[in-house]
């Protein structure tokens, strides 16, 4: 539960992470969503973190030690920032010799370095360096809460398969994605708040506490050491199967983090090639990697309308709540819809709300007597809830085509599909921002690039096609129905909606 928190609570970094790359290292709107899409690159790689878990123990556990790991490497790395990194970039002896390694980039500059190191390609030297150690720390951080995570779903999955009573599946993800909620609510409103108080320097600093406490609630852990017998039991039933029992149904009764890795691999390969998993895990990338101008807009919202850290915590908090209004919404009204149709009329409502942001960008809103901070508040509990009902039966969509035997590294899969997506579209929306000229203080193209990231969220309709054999039942028909999977017959037990 303290893991499922801290990840949602993390959150408390997010603006004081903005602020520090936007003011104290002065990037611009491009550079500043390229690197948001590197900085999610450690979560399009989950199944590798799940597959070490599961193959490679560490110190004789193959839980508590991988998160214990990650805790204090997220503690380390978060206190790097908030210490400037003990001042190491200041250290004239390094910068110079920053320099001297990097003589080929600095003389690109023109800058001539000879016997003493020059004070312009020295503050370049110190600038350049601290940017990659920043741009390193914050990847890290963000692997360290990968790992855990993937690492407490395995553990969530091993307690629920472990126990007879059905309602303890339900109990524990529930719990868990509670516990990850209220840990974004909590630091919805402080991430803005503290940065009015304090730099962002001392937030990174309080955020270390919180992996910290990861790692340290990660040695209670009731966890069996693994041994030798054990190992070999599952290795001569793994290895009593032939190759297509991998994937089939029939591997069921051993525990697929029993598997070598290179069993589980051979199992994930054989469940990616079916039609009826690959062509939904397509259309989900496609949904997923349209283009976004999040970065532009935040600089137009802080530099044009000149909104502070404060008041974008504030948005952060309302449009959380937003967002659990939406899972309500979902549970009450849209179990019963059919996931394909969730995911087209989303998609075409959200098109034209998103295009209501062109009021905010050429000041029609203040025309129309709407205040801009009343405007962002709307526009963004709209999207926030909308944006909630269009993902959460993504998440249904994937847990659904599964096939047993296979489920949580599949699952983990599919996944970090979505979230590679998530970084092309946001890789693409920074090559657009730059393209069309769009910096911190000019955003005369502001309103094109808005057009084009809105209208492009549309084509992945042309392929919704591909949802007909998985999407075309709704949630509620999918707890309750035997479905063929290609594998072998089995009952269609599907994750919930919580089953992140």
């Known amino acids: 539960m303290t893991i499922y928190f801290v990840e949602g609570a993390i959150g408390l970094a997010r603006l004081a992470q903005t602020f520090y790359l936007k003011d104290t290292l002065h990037l611009g709107p491009a550079e500043m969503s390229a690197l948001s899409g590197i900085f999610v690159l450690p979560w399009t790689i989950k199944p590798v973190y799940g597959f070490l878990s599961d193959g490679v123990p560490l110190f004789g556990y193959r839980r508590r030690s991988y998160i214990v790991i990650a805790g204090l490497l997220g503690c380390f790395t978060y206190s790097a920032l908030g210490a400037n990194f003990w001042g190491l ?128 609630i990660a040695l209670l852990i009731d966890e069996e050491p693994v041994n030798r017998d054990n190992s070999d039991t599952a290795l001569n039933a793994v290895n009593s199967m032939d190759a297509s029992d991998t994937a089939s149904k029939n591997c069921q009764d051993v525990p697929i983090e029993s598997f070598g890795v290179k069993e589980q691999v051979a199992a994930l390969w054989s469940a990616l090639k079916l039609p009826a998993v690959w062509k939904p895990a397509l259309f989900l990338f496609l949904w997923q990697s349209t283009p976004t101008g999040e970065g532009a807009f935040l600089y137009f919202m802080t530099n044009d309308l000149g909104m502070g850290p404060e008041f974008l915590g504030r948005v952060r908090l309302v449009t959380a709540g937003a967002s659990l209004l939406g899972v309500w919404g979902y549970q009450k009204f849209l179990r019963d819809v059919a996931i394909k149709d969730i995911l087209f009329w989303t998609s075409i409502a959200s098109a034209p709300l998103g295009l209501s942001q062109l009021l905010l960008i050429t000041h029609v809103n203040r025309d129309l007597g709407i205040p801009d901070g009343a405007f962002v508040f709307g526009d963004d509990v709209a999207l926030a809830i909308l944006g909630e009902l269009a993902f959460l039966p993504t998440l249904v969509l994937a847990a659904r ?100």
Request: glycine share 10%; hydrophobic share 45%; with cysteine.
């Open 89 to 216: 970039f200041d250290d004239p002896s390094f910068v110079a010799s920053s320099v001297d390694s990097s003589m080929d980039t600095i003389s690109t500059l023109g800058t001539t370095v000879s016997g003493s190191v020059s004070e312009s390609s020295a503050l370049f030297a110190g600038h350049f360096s601290s940017l990659q150690a920043t741009v390193a720390a914050f990847v890290i951080g963000s692997a360290s809460i990968a790992v855990s995570d993937v690492v407490a779903d395995g553990i969530v999955v091993q307690r629920t398969r472990d126990s007879d009573d059905p309602k303890v599946a339900g109990g524990l993800q529930s719990l868990c994605w509670g516990s990850a909620s209220i840990g974004g609510l909590v630091s919805a409103y402080f991430s803005g708040s503290l940065l009015e108080i304090m730099g962002p320097q001392q937030v990174f600093s309080i955020t270390a506490a919180l992996p910290f406490a990861v790692a340290a």
């Open 401 to 500: 085509i599964c096939p047993p035997g296979v489920e949580a590294v599949l699952f983990a899969t599919l996944m970090s599909i979505f979230n590679g997506a998530s970084t092309v579209g946001t890789e693409v929306g920074a090559a657009l921002t730059k393209y069309l000229g769009i910096t911190e203080s000019n955003f005369d193209n502001l309103a094109l690039l808005t057009v084009i990231c809105n209208i492009s969220s549309l084509y992945p309709l042309l392929f919704i096609g591909w949802l007909d054999e998985a999407g075309s039942k709704s949630e509620a028909d999918a707890e309750v129905e035997t479905i063929d999977v290609p594998t072998g017959e089995s009952k269609g037990v599907f994750e919930s909606i919580e089953d992140r």
